[in-house]
């Protein structure tokens, strides 16, 4: 079993940063791909960005591009979300997700076995 935290959400003006950690614990072995995904209110849950965790790899939905990276630090195992020039339309939960099975591509929320809790982020206009 994995269990994943997640931590650093926030309220921060539009043109604001913010850093989100994900801490993965009780396995060994480490994941596949780990990942980050949002839900904003009264919408589904959407992909935001992913890294392969042997190499790097790195991928992005088109509406983050160029302001948000995802980087890893495999000694911490721990994955986190830099976002900046954030807009109101970034105001969701974030959760942390996680792979092990290597079934799906990155972006797909059924490729992951666990997920995160969840991090409210708002972004104020």
């Known amino acids: 079993q994995v269990q994943l935290g997640e931590s650093g959400g926030g309220l921060v003006q539009a043109g604001g940063s913010l850093r989100l950690s994900c801490a993965a614990s009780g396995r060994t072995s480490s994941s596949y791909y780990m990942a980050w995904f949002r839900q904003a209110p009264g919408a589904e849950r959407e992909f935001v960005a992913a890294i392969r965790w042997s190499s790097g790899s790195t991928y992005y939905a088109d509406s983050v591009k160029g302001r948000f990276t995802i980087s890893r630090d495999n000694a911490k195992n721990t994955v986190y979300l830099q976002m900046n020039s954030l807009k109101p339309e970034d105001t969701a939960v974030y959760y942390c997700?996680?792979?092990?099975?290597?079934?799906?591509?990155?972006?797909?929320?059924?490729?992951?076995?666990?997920w995160g809790h969840g991090t409210q982020v708002t972004v104020s206009s």
């Open positions: 997700a996680a792979d092990y099975t290597v079934i799906g591509g990155p972006e797909l929320i059924p490729t992951y076995d666990y």
